[in-house]
């Protein structure tokens, strides 16, 4: 009769590794040795395994050592007060032999000790398990573990990579294959022996934010009210932490005193000792610097603070910012969302544009797949969403947005107005549309048709867009009928598009920098059918919840209308027409939003919201900058909205590593 158990605990000593936290690291890190031999181990690694799965001493569990002897087996049984059976087994019968224990009604777990030449791993198998379960059948796994002279160390780490949700071999987060199938993954326990390892729970299930687990960023507020006391305690924290206080009971007892604060600085590092030179540069530069002081660490301190009053924008950047490895670690620190988004969408890999954003092999991806608009404008659209939610997990209190251009589109889902287990449907309309493959794109069919362009011409000959640094006011398109002012990013900077060659006359006549883009979308000029892109477009819409205030550049006012028609209407007129982005973010500041948070790929927004507002106050910062981690990033942001005031959940960051 079959029956279902796997892996319900885990323990190990394995080469430098001192218990399965530090190995998991070093396996998510790849840097996994083992030639460092153990000391003694085999007892360390089974205790680790029983009180990982929470049994205790004296309960009916039969034990199995691989590799070694019958009093091993009955040595671990008598130290723990066992009552069942204790046999030696090959690795290539071990499971089958657990299996066969677990048929025993008097046995409720099965305990496996595999001492080795690298040490000893150590698994608690149950009818209840947590991180993996055994497959009877051969299913397909989406990754093998090669064989090795120690498989129970290779069942260890896929176990593990399954729990955690990443790839053993470093690629990216590994999502389920659909919301009702398991993570995979085949261990050769011996040349002719698969063990098939299916997921059970994830980390995500049990934790939210793993940012301690993770080892993120340290973060450690300081506040004061005025200038000098928070110097009395910048010089105060350093010299607690350098006596051995940790960095969680400082920063809570900080955060204590930040609600009768007026002024508040942040510390971030990677490490203690990096956290110790932060806070004395800290205590010696804050005094005399002239406005914001910052390192590029990511520690802030604001003399004037915006104050928790002015209202938070989420700002979605254009569809085209997206790169091969966007947000490889973000499930790494926030697991919850991987466990969220699983259970929303039937095929999240798909979604998020899984093998191209994280390819597994040495293709091209960044000139193949991400110059596909549709494949972009999908993985933009997933990463906004992903991002906004990772601001509300921290408790920001978000009161508004918008979009640079399609960003509306990452603006409607991340805002709640579209539900993400419809995106799917997003893809299936546009695909069948055609209208970003070769209508707009590609071939340009609507330009050729416009222009009467014959097909044998080459699509690089028919459109080109341009980032040009030039006033709006110069420009003399009157005398062009083929070239558009598509987008006024900000000012000094705009983007033209249309016939190469009329677009380079116009360059060479304002004699003014200029560089050509690679994204040829035809957007935001007249030859898109504005009526033809809102039905593309058109979804299921609802109000945002908790009176989010979105904006468009349809209008550059308030969205109001919250019915399908109006808001796939809305979206059909910004794409058709020239964009505006500083007109944009003045509406938007002109309702009180002071604080500016960029949740997509890149930081373009970010700069051209600090460029079109200047000098008036305001907040601008991105949740994304390519090549710095997702710990880097994040610590980044709530450093700088935390000192200006805003009530950010920094404890949830700045808890005690474990």
């Known amino acids: 009769m079959p029956i279902t158990f796997g892996i319900a605990g885990m323990g190990c000593r394995i080469g430098p590794y001192e218990d399965v936290a530090k190995f998991e690291r070093a396996i998510y890190a790849r840097t996994v040795h083992l030639d460092s031999p153990p000391g003694s181990s085999l007892f360390e690694a089974v205790e680790e395994a029983i009180r990982d799965a929470g049994y205790e001493a004296g309960q009916r569990i039969a034990v199995i050592v691989t590799s070694g002897r019958q009093r091993d087996a009955e040595g671990i049984s008598k130290r723990w007060r066992f009552t069942g059976p204790c046999v030696v087994a090959t690795y290539e019968s071990v499971i089958d032999t657990a299996r066969r224990l677990m ?3 008097q046995i409720e777990a099965v305990l496996i000790a595999a001492p080795s030449a690298e040490g000893t791993a150590a698994l608690l198998l149950s009818r209840s398990p947590v991180y993996a379960t055994f497959s009877e059948e051969a299913t397909p796994a989406e ?4 064989f090795t002279d120690s498989p129970i160390i290779g069942v260890i780490k896929a176990a593990l990579c399954l729990h955690h949700a990443y790839l053993p071999d470093g690629s990216g987060p590994w999502p389920r294959p659909s919301r009702d199938s398991p993570r995979r993954a085949a261990v050769r326990l011996g040349p002719a022996t698969l063990l098939v390892l299916a997921s059970v729970k994830s980390r995500g299930d049990f934790q939210i934010v793993d940012w301690a687990r993770a080892e993120g960023r340290l973060l450690l507020p300081v506040t004061g009210t005025d200038l000098r006391d928070l110097l009395h305690e910048v010089a105060s924290t350093s010299e607690a932490l350098k006596s051995g206080a940790s960095v969680g009971c400082l920063a809570h007892a900080n955060l204590v005193r930040s609600s009768t604060s007026a002024l508040r600085a942040v510390f971030c590092a990677p490490d203690i000792t990096m956290l110790e030179r932060e806070l004395t540069f800290g205590n010696k530069t804050i005094g005399a610097a002239t406005g914001d002081w910052m390192t590029p660490a ?3 301190f604001t003399p004037t603070p915006m104050g928790p009053t002015a209202k938070v924008a989420l ?3 254009g569809a085209f910012n997206a790169y091969p490895g966007l947000g490889i670690d973000i499930f790494r620190y926030f697991p919850g969302l991987l466990s969220r988004f699983e259970e929303q969408v039937d095929r999240l890999a ?4 899984h093998r191209l954003i994280y390819p597994r092999s040495g293709t091209d991806t960044e000139s193949v797949s991400l110059s596909d608009p549709a494949e972009a404008f999908a993985a933009v659209s997933y990463f906004g969403y992903a991002q906004s939610q990772i601001v509300r997990l921290l408790g920001v209190p978000v009161a508004g947005a918008f979009g640079y251009s399609l960003g509306e589109v990452s603006m409607m889902y991340g805002s709640g107005c579209w539900a993400l287990a419809d995106a799917h449907l997003q893809d299936q309309v546009v695909r069948a549309e055609s209208l970003f493959e070769d209508q707009l794109s590609g071939e340009k069919r609507t330009v050729r048709a416009a222009w009467r362009i014959p097909p044998d011409v080459p699509s690089t000959e028919i459109w080109a ?3 040009i640094l030039a006033d709006a006011a110069d420009l003399p398109l009157e005398r062009f009928d083929r070239v558009y002012l598509t987008q006024l990013n900000a000012p000094g900077e705009l983007v033209i598009a249309g016939d190469p060659k009329q677009c380079h006359t116009l360059i060479e006549m304002l004699g003014c920098d200029s560089l050509r883009l690679p994204t040829d979308l035809v957007m935001h000029c007249p030859l898109v059918d504005e009526a033809r892109m809102a039905t593309t477009l058109k979804r299921a819409t609802s109000a945002p919840p908790f009176s989010v205030e979105l904006f468009s550049s349809s209008s550059y ?15 059909g007129r910004s794409a058709a027409r020239a964009l505006d982005f ?6 938007v500041y002109d309702h009180g939003y002071r604080y500016f948070v960029e949740v997509g790929p890149g930081s373009s927004c970010t700069r051209w919201i600090n460029e079109s507002l200047r000098d008036a106050p305001h907040v601008a910062v991105s949740m994304d900058r390519r090549g710095a981690s997702t710990d880097t990033d994040v610590a980044r942001v709530v450093a700088r909205l935390f000192s200006h005031g805003l009530p950010v959940d920094i404890a949830a960051l700045s808890l005690p590593r474990v």
């Open 557 to 571: 006012q308030r969205i109001d209308d919250f019915t399908d028609v109006s808001i796939a209407d809305a979206l």
């Open 465 to 467: 867009t341009h980032l």
């Open 298 to 300: 990511g520690s802030f």
């Open 582 to 587: 500083p007109r944009l973010v003045r509406t």
């Open 315 to 317: 700002v979605y950047p």
């Open 103 to 105: 048929l025993l009604p």
């Open 143 to 146: 990754y093998l573990e090669p």
């Open 350 to 353: 798909d979604l998020m544009r």
